[in-house]
């Protein structure tokens, strides 16, 4: 019996997902994290994912650059 749902995930969803908590992370933790994430968002788009793999790219960018400002402010 065929799945039903066999062939409708992109195959970058796993990449976009990653990204995206990558980038949750690297806001918390560490600035490369948001990095990682904006890779992770580009292998995601060029495997089909459009939307999730921009959505994962833009918090990347936004993450690297904010994991900057609470890094100043937690050591200053």
């Given at each position: 019996m065929a799945d039903?749902?066999a062939?409708t995930?992109p195959?970058?969803r ?7 908590v990558l ?5 918390a ?22 939307p999730?793999?921009?959505a994962?790219?833009v918090?990347g ?8 400002g609470?890094a100043?402010?937690v050591?200053?």
């Amino acid at each position: 019996m065929a799945d039903a749902d066999a062939g409708t995930t992109p195959e970058g969803r796993p990449w976009s997902i990653t990204g995206l908590v990558l980038a949750g992370l690297g806001l918390a933790m560490f600035p490369i994290g948001g990095l990682v994430g904006i890779v992770c968002g580009g292998i995601a788009r060029s495997k089909g994912e459009g939307p999730l793999g921009l959505a994962a790219i833009v918090a990347g960018v936004g993450s690297f650059f904010a994991s900057f400002g609470v890094a100043a402010l937690v050591l200053g």
